[in-house]
């Protein structure tokens, strides 16, 4: 999954006359990036502190919550050094360390939240279409073993990230990073095509259709049940709650990036692209990243509008942090004077 290469890449063959989009890059970028740190932390974060304090409710999909909380978190905690490297006007001053895993935790995240919804979808699906063998099939031992798989198979696959790292533009003379030394051609572009074929297969569509299968097996299921109890039907509901946000996150942020980076290597392939041509696939680059990375800000919502019992779990949370705020009446010390006893 090396396709970093040409995230940001910049043609300058026969097209050195082209207007320049780095000023629409670099405002597009920290502006969107800082956006999306600022909820993607303060969403994640108390979600994470949530299902953390509320642990002992477990159950194979909190696991699969819990890990893409931190997946997200992981990314966003690297949004700033983006931020402050368009802001700087593309001069990144922050060391080849940071570069590489700065790089490294954005595509990590992409891929994890995919597979993570795509488990999460498959645990729905059982639950609601076969609820008598998801007692057997599903549980928390099985949840954290595919977790497991999932983190070992993403951070495998995503390392070529690692291997790039800061350099210097020679045009420029500044220091840059999370942008390719030089336009690759040949058999270098010939390689980026397959392992973008092979990410967007494995890393895409495959998990797109698993989902759209589960959510096609629960609709049918939930037609066909016209007189079920309330509890069946509050999980139809968190059910249908979920397909929305899913296919949301999967259209908004997943598919736009996926097509336009295959279209985009094609384009790169091209000998003979006029200037209106290379702005718009540039400007199109942008954007779709900037999509891209804003599914840590789905997430939240998943959490709470369709995870297992989150909202009974934000309430377990509150309640604990009540108690832990009383003063110790029960054990005969008394309330500072003045403050009476309301906790609320």
């Not at 368009?86 to 001069?91: A, E, F, L, P, S």
């Not at 279409?129 to 951070?155: D, G, H, K, T, Y």
């Not at 995503?158 to 999370?178: I, V, Y």
């Not at 997943?254 to 091209?270: D, E, G, N």
């Amino acid at each position: 999954m090396h396709l970093a290469e040409f995230d940001n890449v910049t043609l300058r063959d026969n097209t050195t006359n082209c207007l320049s989009i780095d000023d629409f890059r670099n405002q597009v970028y920290s502006t969107v990036y800082s956006i999306i740190t600022v909820f993607g932390l303060a969403g994640n974060g108390f979600a994470l502190l949530v299902l953390v304090k509320t642990f002992r409710q477990r159950s194979a999909f909190h696991i699969y919550m819990l890990n893409l909380a931190v997946s997200d978190l992981l990314c966003v905690s690297t949004l700033p050094l983006r931020v402050l490297y368009y802001v700087n006007k593309g001069q990144w001053n922050l060391g080849d360390f940071l570069c590489r895993v700065s790089s490294y935790a954005l595509y990590v995240n992409l891929y994890c939240s995919v597979f993570f919804m795509t488990a999460m979808s498959v645990t729905r699906f059982l639950a609601i279409v076969f609820p008598v063998q998801n007692l057997r099939l599903v549980s928390e031992r099985r949840a954290r073993l595919v977790c497991v798989c999932i983190w070992v198979f993403i951070c495998t696959v995503s390392s070529p990230f690692l291997m790039t790292g800061q350099h210097l533009d020679p045009a420029t003379n500044k220091t840059k990073c999370f942008e390719p030394p030089e336009r690759r051609t040949g058999g270098g572009l010939s390689k980026l095509i397959m392992l973008n074929y092979f990410s967007l297969v494995v890393g895409f569509v495959l998990p797109f259709l698993v989902i759209l299968l589960c959510y096609a097996g629960i609709i049918r299921a939930l037609l066909s049940r016209q007189h079920t109890a309330q509890r069946q039907k509050g999980a139809g509901s968190k059910a249908i709650r979920m397909i929305v946000i899913v296919m949301l996150a999967f259209l908004l942020c997943f598919m736009p990036y996926h097509v336009q980076r295959s279209i985009h290597l094609s384009f790169l392939s091209q000998t003979a692209t006029s200037c209106s041509e290379l702005v718009y696939m540039q400007k199109s680059v942008v954007v779709t990243l900037c999509l891209a990375a804003s599914n840590s800000c789905f997430d939240p919502l998943l959490y709470f509008f369709s995870g297992e019992g989150f909202r009974r779990r934000l309430s377990t949370f509150r309640s604990t942090s009540r108690t832990q705020r009383q003063p110790a009446t029960e054990t005969g010390a008394l309330p500072p004077l003045g403050r009476g006893t309301r906790f609320e």
